[in-house]
C-alpha cells in the first residue's frame, strides 16, 4: 500500500470552479488521504483507501464523483452508500458544499427512516448522485423508482461499518444492479478480510491505499482514573466541572447506562442529550443537529448509535464504561483531536474492568495514564453552558430555503451581527439555526415578524 505527502489542490486536473470552492472553503493543501487516493480516483481507477472518519476521505470520493458528473444529463450518476443516516446526510452536505462550482447539482438522500413516497417522488423529478443506506437503496431497485443504468461511480463508504451491521448481500445486490463499466471506490476505517471479499466480487484492479493513523498521540491526552461502580456516573460530572469542555461525547455500552447518565446531567443543570437505538429518526436528527452546532453540551451515546458521526471541534470524549474491544476504544479517543486542534480523552475503570484495559494496553503499545478522582475539584463558579442555542423554523428544503436566506434575515431585517448566527442545517420539513445564547429569545421573536423569501415563518427555541 502507498502513502504520499500533502500537495496542493491546485496540481490536480480539477476545473477552475472547483478549485475556487475549495479555496472558498478553506481547503488549500490536501490531506494525507486525499493525497494518496485522488490522482488515481480522477483517472477512474478502482480502489481501496483505507482511512478513519475525520481524515477528509468523503472529499476525496466527491471530488472524483463529481469530476465525472455530467450535469445536462438528469440521470443518477453516482451512488455513494454508507451504513447510517447519519453518515449519508453528512456525504450529502459535503458533496453539495463541494459542487457549488456547478450549476444545478441534484444529490439526493435516501435512507430507511423517512418516508418512501417523497423519495419516489424525488428520483422521479431526478437527480445527478444519490447517497443511501443499502437497505433503502434495494427497497428502490426493487420497486424500480431508482434507476441504475447511468451509473459510472459507485462508492462504498465505512465498508467495514456496513459489514460490522450485517449489509454484506444488501451491498452486492446494489453493485449487482450497476453498470459493470463504473470505477468503484470503497473507504474503510480497518481493513477486515471481510473487506478483500467484496473487493473481489465486484472490483476491477483496485489500488491499495493506506496512510498512516491521522490522530497524532500528542493531541490527544487520554487519563484513566479508577471509581467505584457506584460512582461512575458522578464522576462523569467531576470531570466535566473540572475540565469545563465545551463539547463532550461520552460514550457508554448501554441504553440503560446513556439514559441513566443523562438523567443525573440534567438534574445538575447540564445540557445533555442522548443518542441510542431506541430514538425515532425525527429525534436522531434533532440531537445531532444540537451537538454538531454547540447548543448542547454533552452527547451520551452507544457505539452503534455514535457509528459514522463525525463532529468537528470536539474538546473531549469520556469512555463511561470501557468497552471490551480495543479497536472501539482507539476510534472512540479519535472523535477528538481532530485536524490541529488538542482533545482529551477520558476512561473511566472500575476493579472488574481492569482485565479489558489491560487488552487496551497492549493493543497501545504502552502504559496509560492514571489520575485519581480526587483531583478532579470544580475550576470555575458558573453553570458550564453550551455557547449557542437552536431555533426551530417550520419549512425547509421542501419549501426551497437555504442556509443563505435564513443568514439574510437575520443580519438584514432582524439586524444580528454574522458572528452571532452559527451553523443553519436545513432539514426536508424543518430548519435549524444556530444562534449566540445572549440572542436567542430576541431572535425568535425578531424571525417571527420578518419575512423569509417572502414568506412570514412559525419558530420556536429548541434549546433553553
Not at 238 to 245: A, I, K, M, V
Not at 266 to 273: D, E, K, P
Not at 378 to 405: H, S, W
Request: hydrophobic share 40%; with cysteine; proline share 4%.
Amino acid at each position: 500500500m502507498t502513502s504520499a505527502t500533502a500537495p496542493l489542490f491546485s496540481a490536480l486536473p480539477l476545473s477552475a470552479g472547483t478549485l475556487a470552492t475549495l479555496t472558498q472553503l478553506g481547503y488549500d493543501t490536501m490531506t494525507p488521504i486525499q493525497a494518496a487516493s485522488l490522482p488515481a480516483a480522477l483517472a477512474g481507477e478502482d480502489l481501496i483507501a483505507q482511512a478513519r472518519t475525520g481524515s477528509g476521505k468523503t472529499a476525496a470520493f466527491a471530488l472524483a464523483l463529481l469530476h465525472r458528473l455530467d450535469t445536462r444529463r438528469f440521470d443518477v450518476q453516482a451512488l455513494v452508500m454508507c451504513p447510517t443516516r447519519e453518515l449519508a446526510d453528512q456525504v450529502t452536505q459535503e458533496i453539495r458544499r463541494l459542487a457549488r462550482a456547478e450549476e444545478n447539482v441534484k444529490v439526493l438522500t435516501l435512507c430507511g427512516g423517512s418516508p418512501m413516497r417523497p423519495q419516489v417522488d424525488s428520483l422521479i423529478h431526478g437527480a445527478h448522485v444519490v447517497v443511501g443506506t443499502p437497505g433503502r437503496l434495494m427497497d428502490h431497485i426493487e420497486r424500480g423508482s431508482l434507476d441504475m443504468r447511468a451509473i459510472n461511480t459507485l462508492v462504498l463508504d465505512e465498508a467495514d461499518r456496513m459489514l460490522d451491521m450485517g449489509f454484506v448481500d444488501d451491498i452486492a445486490y446494489v453493485a449487482r444492479h450497476c453498470p459493470k463499466e463504473r470505477q468503484t471506490m470503497l473507504f474503510s476505517a480497518t481493513y477486515p478480510p471481510g473487506i478483500e471479499k467484496l473487493a473481489q466480487q465486484f472490483m476491477r484492479k483496485p489500488r491499495e491505499i493506506k496512510v498512516a493513523e491521522q490522530h497524532a498521540p500528542d493531541k490527544i491526552r487520554q487519563r484513566f482514573y479508577e471509581v467505584e461502580d457506584g460512582q461512575r456516573l458522578n464522576t462523569v460530572a467531576r470531570l466535566l466541572e473540572h475540565y469545563r469542555p465545551v463539547s463532550t461525547l461520552a460514550f457508554c455500552n448501554t441504553k440503560a447506562r446513556c439514559r441513566d447518565l443523562v438523567d443525573l446531567l440534567r438534574a445538575q443543570g447540564y445540557q445533555a442529550l442522548a443518542l441510542h437505538g431506541e430514538l425515532d429518526q425525527r429525534d436522531r436528527d434533532q440531537v445531532l443537529v444540537q451537538f454538531a452546532n454547540r447548543s448542547c453540551s454533552i452527547l451520551v451515546a452507544t457505539d452503534v448509535a455514535a457509528r459514522g458521526l463525525d463532529i468537528a471541534q470536539l474538546e473531549a470524549v469520556i469512555n463511561v464504561d470501557v468497552t471490551p474491544d480495543p479497536e472501539v476504544h482507539v476510534h472512540r479517543v479519535g472523535r477528538t483531536g481532530r485536524a490541529d486542534a488538542e482533545g482529551w480523552a477520558f476512561t473511566l475503570v472500575s476493579m472488574n474492568e481492569m482485565g479489558r484495559v489491560g487488552n487496551l494496553e497492549q493493543h497501545h503499545g504502552g502504559e496509560f495514564e492514571w489520575h485519581s478522582a480526587a483531583e478532579l475539584l470544580p475550576t470555575g463558579t458558573d453553570r458550564l453552558l453550551p455557547p449557542m442555542v437552536t431555533l426551530q423554523m417550520l419549512g425547509g428544503r421542501k419549501e426551497k430555503y437555504r442556509p443563505g436566506d435564513l443568514l439574510g434575515a437575520l443580519t438584514g431585517d432582524a439586524g444580528f451581527a454574522k458572528e452571532q448566527i452559527g451553523k443553519i442545517n436545513v432539514m426536508e420539513m424543518s430548519t435549524y439555526i444556530a444562534v449566540d445564547r445572549a440572542i436567542g429569545r430576541e431572535a425568535v421573536r425578531k424571525l417571527n415578524e420578518v419575512k423569509v423569501k417572502g414568506r412570514k415563518v412559525k419558530v420556536r427555541m429548541l434549546t433553553e
